[in-house]
């Protein structure tokens, strides 16, 4: 004869109304302080860095990003002039492509020159948000000129021309703003800094600009029916720092009202 059942089931397993109700507990308290961690930083009008490091650690790494910064800005200002120079003499699209956004490293570079100017200011949310705001009106207008470039020259069919100048410029920016875009990427991420992110954003498309520019010249050395290549990638280029650039606005605009009453700049 079987036991007749009792209707209960056993609680604490899977599956059970009263793991279900544990689980939600669980889960909404870890979601919860999650939220109430970004909502007292918020609130504070600070970024996250201000509850994750030290003070004297913070003005370390601030120091840091300036000395990053200053690098930058002198590396990427000379490979700017000699891929400028390139650019005009050889009719490369790719190489003009590199010299706007080496230019546009060296603004990137002094916008966070002053986000970290102000030691006061190291976990400022609001200064941060305005940077990012400026680096992104900077990105869509340096796409612009980009893609008009490269488009001229896919639509006049120009090919680039191959030199020992325009191989040497395309390795030394590669491997220069690679190990730029390292470095800022490891201080944003501390700083918890999306002005330092994107600061190393350009410069990894700065890096993958340089190589670009030895890629196309040695296929068209090749293969001179692949002349578009070289305009094909400015095209890619421009589009992805103007697709960054306007998340960037959408991201940052809003934030920037929110926390416009917590100016910390002095």
Not at 44 to 68: D, F, I, T
Not at 165 to 170: A, D, E, I
Not at 173 to 179: K, N, R
Not at 210 to 230: C, M, Q, R, T
Request: net charge positive.
């Amino acid at each position: 004869m079987r036991p007749r059942a009792t209707g209960r089931r056993r609680s604490g397993y899977p599956g059970s109304p009263s793991w279900s109700h544990s689980y939600w507990l669980w889960q909404l308290s870890t979601e919860g302080a999650v939220l109430v961690t970004e909502l007292m930083c918020l609130t504070a009008g600070l970024l996250e860095s201000s509850m994750r490091l030290k003070p004297h650690e913070a003005q370390s790494y601030r120091k840091k990003a300036l000395w990053v910064s200053w690098i930058s800005i002198v590396v990427t200002l000379i490979l700017a002039v000699a891929a400028f120079t390139v650019s005009f003499m050889r009719h490369s699209a790719s190489a003009f492509g590199f010299a706007f956004d080496a230019t546009l490293d060296v603004l990137s570079s002094v916008i966070v020159l002053w986000r970290y100017s102000n030691a006061a200011a190291v976990h400022s949310a609001h200064r941060e948000y305005i940077a990012c705001v400026i680096l992104g009106i900077v990105f869509v207008l340096s796409s612009v000129c980009i893609l008009g470039k490269a488009i001229h020259n896919l639509a006049t069919k120009m090919p680039p021309e191959v030199d020992d100048f325009l191989f040497s410029v395309s390795i030394v920016s590669g491997f220069t703003c690679a190990v730029l875009a390292v470095a800022k990427f490891m201080l944003g991420r501390v700083l918890t800094s999306r002005a330092l992110i994107t600061d190393g954003f350009n410069s990894m498309v700065g890096s993958i600009m340089g190589f670009s520019i030895l890629i196309s010249a040695e296929v068209f050395k090749h293969h001179a029916d692949v002349w578009f290549l070289d305009g094909t990638i400015g095209v890619l280029i421009g589009l992805i720092i103007m697709a960054y650039g306007i998340k960037l606005l959408r991201d940052m605009v809003p934030r920037v009202r929110q926390t416009r009453n917590y100016e910390r700049f002095e």
